[in-house]
């Protein structure tokens, strides 16, 4: 029997007036195509706060700072199981570019359902839509 490698990503949920930010992950990436809230794998003696400072400057060039806790959802993909862990973060400075995305959208909550989305961050939006009715 094999066990599954479970990897521990985090999620930034960062909103701007009713919108929050959408990225699209690249064709040739793992779930090539598929909407995501960025983030990243936590490294080794780091926090999941510390992760998602670093993730969000190295595919978007931009300062921010993790905020609130929102959920944590696994998934298992089959080949490995992904626990992810959202938070909501501030986006301080800097001006977005694409460094891992082809693509970023600000969308209201009724447009994100529209998206396809990687099926680990399918529990975010439905947390999110909860949190915010």
Known sequence: MTSKKIIEVTAAIIRKGNRFLCARRKASSEQ??????PG?????????????????????????????????????????IIKLKA???KHTSGDFQLLAHQ????????????????EADLPIVDKLTSHYK
């Not at 090539?32 to 809230?37: L, Q, V």
């Not at 780091?46 to 905020?67: K, M, T």
């Not at 693509?103 to 990687?118: F, G, S």
Request: proline share 2%.
């Open 32 to 37: 090539g195509g598929k909407w995501e809230f």
């Open 40 to 80: 990243g794998k936590i490294e080794t003696n780091e926090s999941p706060e510390q992760c998602l400072e670093r993730e969000l400057h190295e595919e978007f060039a931009i300062q921010s700072v993790c905020g609130k806790f929102l959920c944590e959802n696994t998934h298992d993909y089959g080949d490995k």
């Open 87 to 89: 938070y909501f973060v």
């Open 103 to 118: 693509q970023i959208q600000w969308l209201n909550l009724n447009e994100m359902q529209q998206l396809d989305w990687a």
